[in-house]
């Protein structure tokens, strides 16, 4: 289970939200990924999130298969999310 990391600052010159990790880095994003990282909050599953992101953001199923991985690999690799699953206990 991912969940997401840092704060939403505010918007880009070009109007995209720019996230900010907890180092104080800021990434500009794509509103896909920016409301894919909103929905990680550790409870609402990941089937649910694809499913909201594919009404709100009126794409397919498909589109969405070949950007999601890619938006979970960015978002982690610039840690603004981390995967529980992960953790040591």
Not at 46 to 60: A, F, M, Y
Request: net charge negative.
């Amino acid at each position: 289970m991912y969940i997401k990391k840092g704060s939403l600052c505010r918007e880009s010159l070009s109007g995209n939200p720019i996230l900010k990790n907890s180092n104080g880095q800021a990434y500009e994003v794509s509103f896909i990924a920016a409301f894919i990282w909103e929905r990680l909050d550790g409870e609402t599953s990941l089937p649910l999130i694809k499913e909201e992101v594919t009404k709100v953001g009126d794409i397919s199923q498909e589109k969405l298969g070949e950007i999601w991985d890619l938006v979970l690999t960015e978002l982690e690799k610039v840690g603004l999310i981390y995967n529980r699953d992960h953790e040591i206990s």
